[in-house]
């Protein structure tokens, strides 16, 4: 009998931190079962090793280097469930977090997936907070969502029938490669155009900060963001959808943020093509892309 939740793990060089996020996964108690399912993305150092040593008790598939996106997509094709649950390959599941989920999701059946908080941790064993700490909000979320991407990935378990329904290529299409590191914020909002989610309050991950990656830098995450709100925007656009108006509106925000992240890197050039694109999506932008451009700092 096939498993009703397949946990995906993608990693990439992480020895030490995917063995314990694989070891909380398993601790998980859920009912009707679960398995686990390691997307090697490629890895050159020990991290095959430590997947091996686990046994049969994973799934490792191992893949060349296509990224997280891709990674999840694999994992996705090679699932068995009928819930696929998000685990990042440094952080921890707390116990209890699982069943906690799944039961979320069978008392809203209309929703497509689950998140929750995280408890957030540093390498250095120092107990910082997150700026500006996103709500967790559930039912009709695409305003919020098009605000800003409050979904924690680590977090997510959600319906395979939910991703077929709004990806034409099927569960291996679900994340869109094209938008590193903003892929998961485009599918949770072509889920919310259609879906509503649970939110589930309770801290149920313990979520490692450390520096590095493509999520540091904060040019490429605003770049990507308004690609990926550009398009949120022409598809709610062409289906004549009541929030394509908010949409443009916040599509031009971002946009402006993006060129004021621009004309304080010294590159102008970019910059005004970022807030030509805000004024393009909202005709009023053009008073914030004044300011912008005076106080690019504020």
Not at 187 to 201: K, Y
Not at 211 to 237: H, M
Request: hydrophobic share 45%.
């Amino acid at each position: 009998m096939a498993p009703r939740v397949s946990v995906i793990v993608p990693v990439h060089n992480r020895p030490r931190f995917v063995r314990e996020a694989v070891e909380s996964a398993l601790a998980q108690d859920c009912p009707g079962g679960h398995e686990i399912v390691v997307v090697d993305d490629g890895s050159t150092d020990d991290t095959p090793a430590v997947l091996a040593s686990f046994g049969n008790r994973i799934r490792s598939i191992r893949q060349a280097n296509a990224g997280p996106a891709n990674a999840r997509n694999r994992g996705f094709a090679e699932a068995h469930g009928d819930l696929f649950a998000l685990l990042d390959s440094d952080d921890i599941w707390l116990p209890g977090k699982l069943a906690a989920q799944v039961a979320v999701l069978d008392a809203t059946p209309d929703a497509c997936l689950v998140h929750s908080d995280v408890a957030e941790f540093w390498e250095d064993g120092s107990k910082q907070r997150w700026d500006r700490r996103p709500a967790i909000e559930g039912g009709q979320v695409l305003r919020a969502l098009l605000h800003r991407n409050f979904v924690h990935t680590m977090t997510v378990v959600l319906r395979r029938s939910a991703i077929e329904a709004v990806c034409a290529g099927g569960v291996s299409a679900a994340f869109d490669p094209a938008y590193p590191p903003c892929e998961d914020w485009d599918l949770w909002l072509r889920l919310a155009e259609r879906f509503p989610f649970a939110a589930d309050a309770e801290q149920r991950v313990r979520t490692r900060v450390h520096d590095g990656g493509i999520s540091s830098d904060p040019i490429v995450v605003y770049t990507q963001g308004c690609r990926v709100l550009g398009a949120a925007t022409r598809r709610l656009t062409v289906a004549k959808h009541p929030d394509a108006v908010f949409a443009r509106r916040e599509a031009a925000r971002w946009h402006v943020k993006l060129g004021k992240r621009l004309v304080r890197a010294g590159r102008r050039a970019d910059a005004d093509a970022a807030f030509a694109e805000a004024v393009a999506f909202r005709g009023a932008a053009r008073i914030d892309v004044t300011f912008a451009r005076l106080f690019p700092k504020d």
